[in-house]
């Protein structure tokens, strides 16, 4: 299963938590614990796409392969197409280095869904949730989802509105989504030719970009619940996790 090419894209400085791919978590860098899981995934050779010397050192401590991409590059998935232009692989995953527990698993079922159904641009994954802590988080996006599986829309916001009326709206879940999207190499080529989207601006979500062009998002809902990192709260959410896993 060895066709993808992982790609971690690497900021060394975020708005809500500076340099937190650098914050330890139990004696280890957010993002050594994300290149982890992604060699683990085994699908294929994983790189990470730094945008500073100082990731590029941190790399060279944990072994993992890295290539420093060009300061003028903004986006992430940007970085991540300078680095798959240099691999010859047919998929690229773009695995965000702020997902320090994503489980291997659920990277490889994706990525054999994708691959089955055959007729989608982009591929990600949502955890289904009722807590309303998440639900009314705006680092935590939301994501609607029609019955084949395709992306309706992702939001900060909670999405799709749970009407009072009637009352058996109360028993649909939200779906939050997970950091990472599988592309075909001619869907990362076309969307990083689109220009940058109205609601794209509007959410700060990139994905947005692709539905506004039409592009079909597949989303596989999976049971995951683990923390990503976002926020200072949530390196201790990230602690409390691994004492309860160990």
């Given at each position: 299963?060895?066709?993808?090419?992982?790609?971690?894209?690497?900021?060394?400085?975020?708005?809500?938590?500076?340099?937190?791919?650098?914050?330890?978590?139990?004696?280890?860098?957010?993002?050594?614990?994300?290149?982890?899981?992604?060699?683990?995934?085994?699908?294929?050779?994983?790189?990470?796409?730094?945008?500073?010397?100082?990731?590029?050192?941190?790399?060279?401590?944990?072994?993992?392969?890295?290539?420093?991409?060009?300061?003028?590059?903004?986006?992430?998935?940007?970085?991540?197409?300078?680095?798959?232009?240099?691999?010859?692989?047919?998929?690229?995953l773009n695995l965000q280095g702020d997902e320090p527990f994503i489980k291997p698993r659920i990277l490889?079922?994706?990525?054999?869904?994708?691959?089955?159904?055959?007729?989608?641009?982009?591929?990600?994954?949502?955890?289904?949730?009722?807590?309303?802590?998440?639900?009314?988080?705006?680092?935590?996006?939301?994501?609607?989802?029609?019955?084949?599986?395709?992306?309706?829309?992702?939001?900060?916001?909670?999405?799709?509105?749970?009407?009072?009326?009637?009352?058996?709206?109360?028993?649909?879940?939200?779906?939050?989504?997970?950091?990472?999207?599988?592309?075909?190499?001619?869907?990362?080529?076309?969307?990083?030719?689109?220009?940058?989207?109205?609601?794209?601006?509007?959410?700060?979500?990139?994905?947005?970009?692709?539905?506004?062009?039409?592009?079909?998002?597949?989303?596989?809902?999976?049971?995951?619940?683990?923390?990503?990192?976002?926020?200072?709260?949530?390196?201790?959410?990230?602690?409390?996790?691994?004492?309860?896993?160990?």
């Amino acid at each position: 299963m060895k066709r993808c090419l992982i790609v971690i894209p690497a900021r060394l400085n975020s708005r809500r938590l500076p340099q937190k791919l650098l914050r330890k978590i139990n004696s280890r860098p957010v993002l050594e614990w994300t290149w982890r899981a992604a060699v683990k995934a085994n699908l294929g050779p994983v790189v990470i796409a730094a945008d500073s010397k100082k990731i590029m050192s941190l790399c060279e401590n944990m072994g993992a392969k890295a290539v420093l991409t060009g300061a003028h590059i903004k986006s992430g998935t940007d970085r991540v197409y300078e680095v798959a232009k240099k691999y010859p692989h047919d998929f690229i995953l773009n695995l965000q280095g702020d997902e320090p527990f994503i489980k291997p698993r659920i990277l490889r079922d994706t990525f054999r869904k994708f691959l089955l159904l055959g007729d989608f641009d982009i591929a990600t994954a949502a955890l289904a949730t009722t807590q309303k802590k998440v639900i009314n988080d705006p680092n935590c996006v939301k994501v609607a989802i029609s019955r084949s599986g395709r992306a309706v829309y992702f939001s900060r916001h909670p999405v799709p509105y749970h009407h009072e009326l009637p009352v058996k709206t109360s028993k649909f879940p939200y779906y939050k989504h997970i950091g990472f999207y599988f592309y075909t190499r001619n869907s990362l080529s076309k969307f990083v030719r689109l220009r940058q989207s109205h609601l794209e601006k509007l959410e700060r979500l990139e994905q947005l970009r692709a539905i506004e062009n039409g592009m079909n998002i597949f989303v596989n809902v999976v049971k995951y619940d683990a923390p990503s990192i976002d926020s200072s709260k949530d390196l201790t959410k990230a602690r409390k996790y691994l004492k309860k896993r160990k």
